[in-house]
């Protein structure tokens, strides 16, 4: 009796689909997506385009509009109002990014310990981020008020003298940038409390075996392994930094003498107070450009430093 050898495995490949199954796969798709593809397009992209054809006018919101092509973008560029409000609007999101972090992910770290009331301390943390802008705005512009706010009284039992706050220009900015942080901690604090909890514990105990100290295993294991969630918190919150209005044009609409006008505030003044609707499409353009600019700028150098390996 003689063996003979087995043929040898093959694993089966999928055969590529013909095109009429590709067509029937991509309208079965198409079909699933339309209920979140049709307000994508119609308040989002329509608006986009419409923005954009805008942008190649001159139009007061009331007359017919007239063709100036690429007029109103050079115009933006050289106006020195457009070059402060990008430096405003670098200024607020210099101050507001280290802050919102920094103070979410003491909470976070807080809040991610064994502790009674846990859930409920998560719960007030988070509600100003549910909370309407112009509500916190004016919250906060009742607090910082020089006369009769709260922060200046409890800094008068100190002894300490309080400054102007949003009626002062060197203190308009930051009276802005404490407003904004103080509502997204909660934000900042849910998406790196998920990142805590997704650290195995083991890296911990081992470190704490090999005598390491608790700022060495905040350095080298908390920090290193929660970049993914670093990152998102960064990419997000540059991007809203960049769109700031609600809370400017509530507590300072953009005052005092201009010190807190930003971006979104000079289209607002652009389009509503000075009728030119054309030259405030053409600066949104150019706010879009940016911030997809520093987006991606983000994507390709996270690869550097976002470890998404436990």
């Keep these: 009796m003689t063996l003979t050898a087995a043929p040898p495995r093959t694993t089966p490949t999928s055969a590529p689909r013909p095109p009429r199954r590709r067509l029937r796969y991509a309208g079965t798709v198409a079909v699933f997506l339309l209920p979140s593809l049709i307000p994508l397009v119609l308040f989002t992209l329509v608006p ?27 115009e933006v560029l050289a106006d020195p109002k457009t070059r402060a409000a990008f430096l405003h609007t670098l200024t607020f999101i210099a101050g507001y990014l280290p802050l919102v972090y920094a103070g979410g992910l003491g909470l976070a770290m807080l809040l991610n310990r064994a502790m009674g009331g846990r859930n409920i301390f998560r719960a007030i943390y988070f509600l100003p981020v549910i909370t309407s802008w112009v509500v916190v705005a004016l919250m906060w512009k009742w607090l910082l008020n020089p006369a009769s706010g709260i922060v200046n009284w ?15 220009p060197t203190w308009a900015m930051p009276s802005i940038i404490l407003a904004s942080a103080w509502k997204d901690l909660g934000f900042v604090m849910i998406i790196l409390l998920a990142g805590l909890q997704a650290i195995p514990n083991e890296y911990h105990e081992a470190a704490r075996v090999d005598g390491a100290s608790a700022w060495q295993r905040f350095r080298r294991i908390t920090l290193p392994l929660l970049s993914p969630s670093t990152f998102f918190v960064v990419v997000i919150s540059l991007i809203n930094g960049f769109q700031v209005f609600d809370q400017v044009h509530v507590m300072t609409g953009g005052g005092p003498g201009g010190a807190t006008e930003v971006v979104v505030e000079q289209v607002y003044r652009l389009t509503f107070q000075y009728g030119r609707a ?33």
């Design 154 to 168: 409890a800094l008068g039992l100190l002894g300490v003298e309080g400054p102007g706050w949003w009626t002062d």
């Design 48 to 74: 986009m385009a419409g923005s954009l054809w805008v942008s190649l006018h001159e139009w007061n919101l009331i007359e017919p509009m007239r063709w100036v092509g690429l007029d109103n973008y050079g």
């Design 278 to 310: 054309g030259a405030a499409s053409a600066l949104s353009w150019l706010l879009f450009a940016v911030v997809l600019l520093v987006t991606l700028i983000q994507v390709r150098v996270q690869r550097r430093w976002v470890n998404y390996g436990y």
